[in-house]
């Protein structure tokens, strides 16, 4: 049976530079996806939290999103206790000033990964980051995977396990 999360390789090339490998790990849920993307194969933690709700999922938006996103990302060492509740503030906003019509992308950096290499993670991000707005809302390729710049999603085609 094919669940609803998925992991895999992630390989980012900034203009000009190496490709870079990362590691992610993605969970499809009622309202949203959240991603956990990692350097390389760290055991360290995540060097970012993102979570994608889609247009189409906004209706079904649990209430304690942005609570429950935060408690997730505090409970992986991402967010200092100090800044939860202006980011919680943050985020409830955002949702709320939104229209139902828009995609919400949320992205939390864990301070894991050096700060001089940011672009290469935001690149890294933003792939994540739009593969699964494409697939979340429901993009349908051959055999009913989506794939966009090498990453594979939902089946066990490519890069990535369901």
Known sequence: MTGRSWYGKV???????????????????????????????????????????????????????AFEFLAFARFLGALHALAALQVNDAIASAIADQRDSETLVFSISSGLWPSDLDAVLSGCVEKVAMTLCQWLDGFSASNGHLSLSGIVLPGIAGTGKR
Not at 16 to 32: E, I, K, N, Q, Y
Not at 46 to 54: G, L
């Open 11 to 65: 390989n980012c090339c900034p203009s000009g530079g190496p490709a870079t490998r990362f590691f992610a790990l993605v969970h499809d849920l009622s309202d949203c996806a959240v991603a956990s993307i990692y350097c390389d194969e760290s055991k360290a933690g995540p060097a970012e939290i993102v979570a994608v709700i889609p247009s189409s999922r906004r209706a079904h938006l649990r209430d304690d999103f």
